[in-house]
């Protein structure tokens, strides 16, 4: 257990000591079921095994004949060995409510988190100390407990790939469960949050293998036998109230925060720019502002001042697992007339994530496309090519260095371009390796002449059919840097 406790330590600290820059944007929902998995995966299945191995300790070593000569009999054993786990419950709790909490001070978290829910990691973990205890009465061998952590570990992450069609949350039936999961986090409104009944669950479930190791000791008074029936119904009903499809209302607020989402939104107005998103995102506009103010810097004033607008979006209607939520199309038609109605027309895409250079990055360059090519977000993956490649890579990386390193971080897991799908679709842009090279070339140029030059020459730069070549010719740029480009959507405009 001392082990455990480390580990978990270790688990949470380390992300910390290494500047994990997500970790400034938490949302507490999503904070709340990793606190909940690791809790209960490393100290649950601690308490599983040192359990077991407690209870089977006499029988291994040969000693359960001398024991029997004690004054307790072998059920008052097994019912010590089941109260030895309940301070595991507090002091889980202690620790897993200073870590909830701590994260949930920061300044930029988003969403809450109920006592009842943080209650969940600390009760499964005794319930996973009761089927130790339950185990050893069964068998005494010594991988049994290692073995049923393991296979619960692959049951609970096997239950995201193999999700039933019919919505049904099977994942509910495990000691340790989380909510539906999506490609990126859903604003809280829209989670399906069941931990209340999930921490009955916890509850039921410890009394009915507590007694069922009772049972198994030779303990069997009427009353144990009659406690365990009405406590098996108990779980069974429990289970079933967890494990049924969403409600209609959480299925249609999903779908209408999917395709028409202003509704649910709040929005403000800095200057020319209109930033909307669930409320409780409220706390990263300050964040996205100064992205896209950076991002501006690169723009001529005039195209500058014009009105913008900046939306959350994400994939709320397909959950994981149910076959269709990975790489759904986006619903540009309904997104338009949605912004069309709230007043903000063609608005640039942000998402449920941010911190991470790659999230600074995403923001910078979809905003770079809609001023560039004063389009709509795309229905699917837009190469973005010729010269408004570079310029919408050129203005997304003067947003920050971090954004400028968000860019290196994903042009190192490809190959030569880089796509990006965009808030759980498959809608976004990709640029071709030649447009970075040119990039790089012109990194290299004084800034301030450049910066002369992009304003110059702003409406030839970001005309569709301006290409590369004549691009670099604009910019100074030797043509003969410029490589094959290797995509068939953009060779004519390279």
């Known amino acids: 257990m001392i082990g455990g406790f480390l580990t978990l330590a270790l688990a949470w600290l380390l992300p910390t000591w290494f500047g994990d820059q997500a970790a400034a944007y938490p949302s507490m929902h999503e904070v709340n079921q990793s606190v909940q998995l690791a809790s209960a995966f490393i100290l649950g299945g601690a308490a599983l095994i040192v359990s077991h191995l407690a209870v089977t300790r006499a029988t291994r070593h040969g000693a359960e004949a001398l024991v029997a000569t004690l004054a307790l009999t072998r059920a008052q054993r097994i019912a010590a060995h089941l109260l030895a786990l309940v301070p595991l419950v507090p002091l889980t709790g202690i620790i897993v ?18 006592p009842h829910e943080m209650a969940v990691g600390p009760f499964a973990v005794l319930l996973l100390g009761a089927v130790g205890v339950l185990l050893g009465s069964a068998t005494a061998l010594t991988v049994t407990g290692p073995v049923t952590v393991a296979l619960l570990f692959f049951a609970t992450f096997g239950s995201v790939l193999f999700a039933p069609a019919n919505g049904l949350r099977i994942q509910a039936l495990l000691p340790v469960t989380y909510d539906e999961v999506f490609l990126l986090p859903i604003p809280s409104a829209l989670v399906d949050r069941r931990d209340d009944w999930h921490l009955l669950y916890l509850i039921a479930g410890t009394a009915l293998i507590a007694l069922a190791a009772l049972l198994a000791s030779g303990y069997r008074p009427l009353w144990s036998k009659v406690t365990a029936f009405l406590t098996a119904v108990a779980v069974g009903v429990v289970a079933w109230i967890q494990v049924k499809p969403p409600d209609q209302t959480v299925i249609e607020a999903r779908a209408t925060a999917t395709s028409t989402p202003a509704s649910q939104q709040v929005c403000e107005r800095r200057s020319e720019i209109t930033y909307c998103a669930w409320p409780e995102f409220k706390p990263w506009f300050d964040s996205w502002d100064r992205i896209a103010r950076g991002a501006l810097t690169r723009v001529p004033p005039d195209v500058a001042a014009q009105p913008l607008a900046v939306r959350q979006r994400v994939n709320a209607a397909n959950p994981l697992g149910l076959g269709s939520g990975t790489i759904s199309k986006a619903p540009v038609d309904s997104w338009s007339r949605d912004d069309e109605l709230a007043g903000t027309p063609n608005a640039v895409i942000a998402e449920t994530t941010w911190g991470r250079p790659e999230d600074e990055f995403g923001l910078a360059s979809r905003l770079a496309y809609a001023v560039v090519s004063g389009n709509p977000p795309p229905a699917n993956i837009a190469a973005v090519c010729g010269a408004q490649s570079l310029v919408t890579l050129w203005i997304a990386v003067g947003a920050s260095e971090s954004a400028k390193a968000g860019l290196e971080e994903l042009r190192s897991r490809g190959g030569g371009g880089v796509f990006m799908t965009t808030a759980g679709f498959g809608t976004g842009v990709a640029f071709t390796h030649a447009s970075f090279v040119l990039l790089r070339a012109m990194s290299e140029l004084p800034e301030n002449s450049t910066r002369e030059k992009v304003f110059a020459s702003w409406k030839k730069l970001t005309e569709p059919s ?29």
Request: proline share 6%; net charge negative.
């Open 97 to 114: 409510a200073a870590r909830v909490m701590t994260i949930g001070a920061d300044p930029h978290a988003v969403g809450s988190v109920a």
């Open 466 to 494: 301006t290409t590369l070549h004549q691009a670099a010719e604009i910019l100074g740029i030797a043509t003969a840097r410029i490589p094959p480009v290797g995509d068939s959507r953009c060779q004519e405009k390279e």
